[in-house]
């Protein structure tokens, strides 16, 4: 059964619309700084605040003791 999602801002929708668009094409999640380049962000807490509220909304999976430690919540 899936826990139910709380919606997404709408820059959280454009990097997970990113991230999904990314590990389709290169079958691994986007690191953070690339995240940042892409919407041209320089802070990459900038980047760590968006995936925080991504995960605690349901949308994003941390993976532990990885690097690209993140997985898409698509159901």
Do not use: C
């Not at 990459?44 to 990885?66: D, N, P």
Request: proline share 3%; charged share 25%; glycine share 6%.
């Amino acid at each position: 059964m899936s826990q139910t999602k709380i919606p997404m801002t709408k820059k959280q929708v454009e990097i997970f619309k990113f991230m999904k668009s990314y590990y389709d094409e290169h079958g691994e999640m986007p690191l953070q700084w690339e995240i940042a380049d892409h919407f041209n962000i320089v802070a990459i807490s900038t980047i760590q605040f968006h995936i925080k509220g991504m995960v605690e909304r349901g949308w994003l999976k941390k993976l532990a003791g990885r690097k690209r430690a993140l997985a898409l919540v698509l159901d």
